[in-house]
């Protein structure tokens, strides 16, 4: 029998990604800013509308970690896995990530930030 149930893994996940996501975002927020985009307020503005998600998400991720005994702690990152420690009730797992899936699944879940961040509000954008 595992030590951390199934239904807390997703909640785990959201502890290690969207922080990175957030980071990530912020970055890019400010390069948009200083970048010389001719019209940079629709970039911003999606770039804002996906940060402002990720955060309420992380958010709520956080409300159930307290409620339900979790905690993440990061113990090592090294050039091909970093590793994590999953403590959930009193017990602890360790688990190693590969860099490369923790880049191509934050990439992934950016890609979908974005969709629903673009999918906000097309008022005014009618053709004719």
């Known amino acids: 029998m595992p030590l951390i149930p199934g239904e807390a893994l997703p909640y785990f996940e959201n502890m290690i990604y969207l922080p990175m996501i957030i980071q990530i975002l912020e970055r890019d927020r400010e390069t948009i800013e200083i970048s010389p985009f001719k019209l940079k307020g629709p970039y911003i503005n999606i770039v804002e509308r996906a940060l402002k998600t ?22 090592g990152k090294g050039d091909t896995f970093t590793e994590y420690v999953l403590i959930h009730n009193g017990y602890e797992d360790i688990r190693r990530y590969l860099n490369v899936r923790l880049r191509n699944r934050t990439e992934e879940l950016i890609n979908v930030y974005f969709a629903s961040a673009g999918n906000h509000s097309t008022k005014g954008a009618t053709t004719t």
């Not at 990720?54 to 990061?74: C, F, G, P, W």
């Open 54 to 75: 990720v955060q309420a998400d992380l958010k709520e991720t956080n409300k159930y970690a307290r409620s339900h005994n979790m905690k993440l702690i990061k113990k």
